[in-house]
């Protein structure tokens, strides 16, 4: 079953880059990004954490969570946040479990070869867990700067 914008959000628990388990339900009363990404230190993963991590400041001022989550394991992910400072948590979906759940495990395609992989996508979810947005097709450099103006008009509206 496809996810769809006022449904409620999958409930998932992954451990984060410090080993500790992080619950979709233990964000309930914030508004929340569940954004999914290919793979750490990557160019295109890069410029989207960099950029979240830009916006941060700015979403925790609005009661806002940013989990990002890739099959990456906990480890690379510490490594990840490290390098770029990234002060929100980094999901390991090592078994493809939660990425499968929200329909983001897919086909992909590149330089004319297939393979399996994560369909770089976001959920917007509101206080609550419904679904507010989900983002298909996220573009990396300009996804933290749509997410920011779409909380602040939604927020505003509830």
Known sequence: MALKEKMKAPE???A?????EVKLKDFEKKWVLVYFYPKD?????TKEACGMQEYLPRFNKMNFEVLGISPD???T????????GL???????EDKKVAKLYGVWGKKKFMGREYMGVNRSSFLVEP??????IYPAVKPDIHPGEVFQDVQKLSSSK
Do not use: E, V
Request: hydrophobic content about 40%; overall charge positive; proline content about 3%.
């Open 12 to 14: 998932f628990a992954l």
């Open 16 to 20: 984060n880059q410090d080993g500790r």
């Open 41 to 45: 230190d990557t160019p295109g993963c």
């Open 73 to 75: 394991n906990a480890a």
């Open 77 to 84: 992910h510490r490594k990840f946040a490290d390098k770029f």
């Open 87 to 93: 002060k929100f948590s980094l999901l390991a979906d």
């Open 128 to 133: 609550g867990g419904r679904i507010a947005k």
